[in-house]
């Protein structure tokens, strides 16, 4: 087909700008322009104001970060999703990988089991935030199947132990979906290399270690990226779960102090600040991640 | 074979098992929290606790708000999301790179960030506190299903819109009379991706109701359960029926449709 200049300018479809427009304007409205309002917001002297009314707003440098880092809370909660991050995503990859792995084998009832493990998933927070509340309760089912074995404070009110419990629930929450990730990259592991394997003599633990770990390296790069970033969004389970962030701001995310100090303390330059340092960190940890989990890539 | 058979068996009640016990606790006159009363006793099941939860949120007006704010979700994704989509996938113009990598730098903007400056500008600077739009619009058009929609396009054989092209057929019509078509079961799918999101959202229309009578349920119910079930005679009863409620619409899409969450559409993205 011959071009003419304007197609070449244009392209041959000009229509297209047309559909893409909507969308287009979306992400500039909804991503673009507020990611650059939160940057702008976290280095001025943001306050809420009523609609059209002019205001000063002067810029004032780092003193919003200054504040947040300053703060033992801020500095709490961030120590927490680490705490969050250590237990979530080992254990995440590690049951993720090995369901996949014995799902994928032909066996029976698979689909009752996909459908078991992927429910969670497709269910909201907060309503089965209601039974784990009624589970791990003081006197809940939990602690009266181990007996005299339940901790002392239970679960959710202990301090030590408040976070690995959220940390455990996100899991449990979250595992369908990556054993689904999981199944999809398994399909894409070539069978020739577990049939030279079992030649070779290998058993099964060993095939797995040395064909099915390796053949879905870039998957379990994604799982682990997700994984923090799912970390990092944490606010409903402490929120619910443990009554704020309790015991003590012992589950306090960094989602759930943005929420207090920029919503309900009216502080929107503070929290604005403090999602500009969360998205830093999650960006650090990522790079780190994929140095150590994804370094067969590049 | 019969190890990880007995293993998934094991992991498979460990996930129900809740689910189970949701549904039983929801139906206990008294709450029980002993081992026994993991398992259903005649004399002590109610449907009580559903017209307690129904008394202190209304359930109807509940499960509308949050039809109308996943409605709207789907029906802005399925609109201008297969425009975009098709656009993507089908025709050249200027910009098309760009955009296209726009939507895959999206996906890694973690919401988080966005949730105060989005305050402010929906709640402050629009004026669309308390209203199904102010709810609506960050989810407006899911790029998760944009993606879905432009992996299916591709698909599609490039001579059949060349020989609708040369009878003279425009751009919308393509769309209209032969992509749609053929593309119905990635639609399909791409409704229950973006289903699952605005149903079971919290934060946002948490952040943005005030007024009880345009919270979705979810909203509604975590209120509940922080401000009100101190005081009501059987709380996790009541709290356990409004989960249920809340928690069946999603499960039944889930178990109904199965078949199109499985592998296909998210190995593409796997791959990578």
Redesign the interface.
Known sequence: MRRGPLAR?????????A??T???V??AA??A???G??VY?SFHD?F??A?GAVVDRPFVGFANYVTVLSDPAVRRAFGNVLVFLVINVPLTVVLSL??AN??N?A???R??????????Y??????????????F?S???VN??LGPLAPDPSWLVNSGLAMPTVAIYVT?KQ??FFI??Y???L??VSKDLYEAASMDGAGRWKSFLNVTVPGVR??TT?VVLLAT?TG??L??EP??LT?GGGPDGASAS??LI??QR??EQGN?DV??AI??L??IG?LLLALIERKFVGKEDS | ?KR??V??LI??F???F??Y??LI?SLQRE?D???G??FPQPGNLTGHNYAEINKAIDLGRSLINSGIFTGGVILGTLV??V??G???AR??????GL?FN??LL?Q??????????????IV??Y?LADSYLGMI??F??N?TA?FVFRQYFLQLPAELFDAARIDGAS??SILWRVAVPLVRPALLTGVLLTF?GP??E??WPF?ITKQQDLQPL??S??NY??TVSARAANP?GA??A???V??AP??A???IF?RR???SN??S????
């Open positions: 300018v244009l392209g041959a479809h000009p229509i297209g700008t559909f893409v909507p969308y287009v979306f992400l909804v991503f322009y507020p990611l309002f939160a917001m943001y809420f104001a609609p090995g369901l014995a799902l084998a066996i029976r009832w689909t009752f089991f996909r459908v078991s493990y992927y429910v969670p497709v269910t909201a927070a907060v309503a089965v935030v209601g039974v784990w509340l009624f589970l309760n006197n809940g089912l009266s199947v449990w595992l369908g689904l990730l199944l999809a990259a399909q894409n870039p998957a994604l970033v990092a969004n606010f409903t929120y619910l009554g960094p989602v943005m929420y920029g919503i929107p929290g604005a999602g500009v969360l998205v999650v | 074979m990880k058979f293993a998934l992991g498979a460990v996930f129900l809740p689910f016990y949701m606790g709450p929290p002993s081992v009363g993991a201008f999301g425009l975009a098709y656009a993507l025709l050249q113009f200027r910009g098309r955009v726009l939507m999206i890694v903007v973690p919401f988080q960030l966005l949730t105060i400056p989005l305050y402010v500008l402050r600077s004026g619009l960050p407006l058009i790029s944009v751009e919308l699952i149903w079971n919290f934060l952040l979810a909203v119910l975590s359960l922080t996790f709290v356990l409004g989960a249920c809340l928690a999603a499960v899409l889930f178990v199965q969450f499985i592998s998210l190995s993205g796997v791959k990578g």
